[in-house]
């Protein structure tokens, strides 16, 4: 089925990024096969519904509730099913937890899978070419792109997503956060945090 | 041998820049439109999310490398859309009917885009291909890497991963072969696995000795080691 013909169709539409795109979006509203308002839909849910807001809830949660941590580390799925974060790239979910003697980053080398459903949509350094081709060579060069130094003792361990199978980092809990609230803790937990690529902020 | 979208490891792509957190989901409208656009086309169900991955591999190394992220998701699209017949290269020209398709009445509507998105697309299946690892277990890669039933296919192990031993850390149960999938041949579900490989099975000047990394693979892309 590969058929590499060089003449592939997308040549066929205008070569701008921007009027391509409406292009294709006004061929098929004109054939009814998609429906602008779905569209605007669509771009509303990642613009403003779903984002690493909540993931932030549940490392907060997980930093908190012993019982939830263990219910993550036994079926992450179900769990973040339960709170209503479950959907579309992010079927399968595992947590990976941060420790001081393993650090873990996630990748997508091959396209760049991402747990949209906790973290919304990638940022564009994810799906850059400079981290899906270096975060597994060299993930330490990499974190201090991101001003974070790893010491000797600590493991790397690098996730490349090449399945369905979705991670999110746990990140470690800041010290000196004994007293604060879940909404409090949440606060501290970056996007970047739950990558792999930064850690919690100190309050 | 795989294709260019297969770039683990490779040197010379310079600093990864960071961005503000706050910053904009799509800095440019049209990001958004391509997402979406994209997105909606699935509900005609003439593809599946391996199809549709193999469509933006199949890009010619050139267009892969000039295409910014968003550009790779249309340019795919177009050409899955005219691979399938539901458009065709006239009406990507500008010079093909209007009026209803025939498969219009599929069209995603707002009021469903909520369910849609909630229900994603699970890919774990039953299977009747027993697990023959288990945690701990020490497996080695397939080498060469590159899809055994198509020549030129889609598959998910990666270059830099291939003739590499490492253990199986985790079973993620059965999931369906996007070797097959991406192809049409059928869903062919067997045991994922991931598995973790020391940095210096898979680089010639690993950054620690303890480091790792670990990769989702296919019970048929390992053998025991």
Known sequence: ???DDHDHPHSLLPPDPALRVKALETILTRKGLIDPAALDEIIDTYENKIGP???ARVVARAWSDSAFLEALRVDATAVVKDIGFYGRQGEHMVIVENTPEVHNMVVCTLCSCYPWPLLGIPP??????????RAVREPRKVLVDFGVSLGENTAVRVWDSTAEVRYLVI??????????DEDALAALVTRDSMIGTGLAVAP | MTRVHDMGGRYGDGPVV????????????WHGRALAVTLACGSLGQWNIDISRHAREQLSPQDYMRFSY??????GLADLLVETGVLTREDLTGEGPDGPHPLADRAMKPEAVKQTLVNGGPADRDSNIAPLFEPGQAVRTARPTGNRLVDGGHTRLPAYAAGATGRIVRLHGSHVLPD????RLGEAPEPLYAVAFPAAELWTDPEHPDDEVVLDLWQ???EPA
């Open chain 1, 1 to 3: 089925m590969p058929h």
């Open chain 1, 53 to 55: 807001k909540n993931g």
């Open chain 1, 124 to 133: 564009g350094w994810y799906k850059s070419d400079a981290y899906r081709a």
């Open chain 1, 171 to 180: 990140p470690m809990r800041p010290e000196g956060t004994d007293g604060l």
């Open chain 2, 18 to 29: 960071p961005e503000d957190e706050n910053g904009p989901v799509f800095p440019k409208d």
């Open chain 2, 70 to 75: 968003y550009e790779k998701w249309t340019a």
């Open chain 2, 180 to 183: 097959s999938s991406a192809h």
């Open chain 2, 220 to 222: 048929s892309y390992l």
